[in-house]
């Protein structure tokens, strides 16, 4: 599913819940297609139309386009997130509801939920991503905390291949990450990222005028290094379900060992 536009809301502080209610509760209708019956609080004539006067209603308005429509796929974006485990991913309460929410859709749903956020790294004042020279100790594996001279700028299109060339480093070396914040020690921790290979742009109003449009370019990474908490639920039942069936056994063994091995002694 792609979303081909979306409109801005308006100031949520001017709303008027009672008219929103009355509007929105009174509508709702069951389609049938493609075999799925959908039942749906659909906004009527008098919404749309009030939407269009410029209400002050709150709204975002989605399009969507395309073939491969997915009801069960849903994309969760948020400024915060609880699952990268680092402060500057959970500065309110936001960073917890962006975890939690999803992680429920997975797990109680069977839904297909892809988290999304902005990209929030030390170091990156002037944009684009921070780029890392990886760092191994003497078995091979990589330090995950390393000298925050090891860091470095990298613009928003560039590659790895680039950035070593304009570094002078190996390419093999390199990594694309998120920087912690260096220690008193000025090392830094980090998480790796992947690039997607996706990248493009839109356009919004413009910060300085409401009748022109600002292009907006995006790139998108992935963070394999961070938990996915359908696994995490697998593992944590396979862990239980495994002690519930070691335990009977254990119980009998050591009841064995009791009686074969421990006694007491008669004082003479």
Do not use: C
Not at 84 to 101: S, T
Not at 165 to 193: C, H, M, W, Y
Not at 227 to 233: F, T, Y
């Amino acid at each position: 599913m792609r979303i081909a536009s979306v409109l801005p809301h308006t100031y949520a502080g001017s709303a008027n819940k009672t008219k929103f209610s009355t509007q929105t509760q009174k509508n709702y209708q069951t389609s049938t297609a493609n075999n799925y019956e959908i039942s749906a609080a659909v906004a009527g004539t008098a919404y749309i139309n009030n939407l269009e006067r410029g209400s002050s209603v709150p709204s975002i308005r989605l399009t969507f386009t395309g073939a491969d429509k997915n009801i069960n796929q849903f994309v969760s974006y948020a400024p915060e997130n609880k699952r990268y485990k680092l402060n500057a991913y959970n500065q309110g309460g936001l960073g917890v509801v962006a975890l939690e929410g999803p992680d429920s859709w997975r797990l109680k749903e069977k839904a297909d939920v892809r988290d999304f956020s902005p990209y929030h790294s030390f170091g990156n004042e002037n944009g684009g991503i921070r780029i890392a020279e990886m760092v191994k100790d003497k078995n091979g594996n990589l330090e995950r905390l390393i000298p925050a001279t090891n860091f470095f700028e990298a613009n928003q299109t560039e590659t790895l291949e680039q950035a070593a060339k304009r570094l002078g480093k190996k390419t093999e070396d390199l990594r694309f990450v998120i920087q912690v914040a260096p220690d008193t020690k000025n090392n830094s921790a980090f998480i790796i990222l992947e690039d997607e290979n996706v990248s493009g742009s839109f356009k919004r109003v413009s910060d300085t005028s409401i009748d022109q449009l600002k292009e907006i370019k995006y790139r998108l990474f992935g963070a394999p290094e961070l938990s996915d908490p359908v696994v995490s639920a697998e593992k944590a039942l396979d862990f239980q379900t495994k002690e519930k069936v070691k335990q009977p056994y254990i119980a009998k063994i050591k009841e064995e060992i009791n009686r074969t091995y421990n006694y007491e002694q008669e004082l003479q």
